[in-house]
């Protein structure tokens, strides 16, 4: 069983920056997909980024439109360390932040990236507040 870690939430003023990070227990962590999601009060969970494992040394991200050009998303295999760096924070990112896992070999291969069934683990989330 994996267990996720998050840290790094807080409050911001808009167009300020915020890194988001999430510890996994793993001793296979380089060869996991890993994902951030977000939910605002009353609104449906959000994918919002994804970093998954090519073969090798090769990772591949996507984000969703309304972040793409302001986050990134990395991770640190050798810390076991997923990362979410947001720039440029708007109002509307307000969310619970989770961190999610995909235990290889990953069900990607049939769910797509942006749907949370795709994902075996999830982390407990962190708040993130922007201000106007």
């Known amino acids: 069983q994996v267990q996720l870690v998050e840290s790094g939430g807080g409050l911001v003023q808009a167009g300020g920056s915020l890194r988001l990070s999430c510890v996994a227990s793993g001793r296979t962590f380089r060869e996991y997909t890993m994902g951030w999601f977000r939910q605002a009060p009353g609104k449906e969970r959000e994918f919002v980024a994804t970093?998954?494992?090519?073969?090798?040394?090769?990772?591949?991200?996507y984000y969703t439109d309304s972040v793409k050009g302001r986050f990134t998303i990395s991770r640190d295999n050798a810390k076991n360390t997923v990362y979410l760096q947001m720039n440029n924070l708007k109002p509307e990112d307000t969310a619970v932040y989770y961190c999610a896992a995909s235990e290889p070999p990953s069900r990607l291969g049939s769910i797509p990236y942006y749907s949370g069934v795709a994902y075996d683990y999830w982390g407990q989330g962190t708040q993130v507040t922007v201000s106007s």
């Open positions: 970093i998954n494992w090519r073969g090798g040394s090769t990772y591949q991200v």
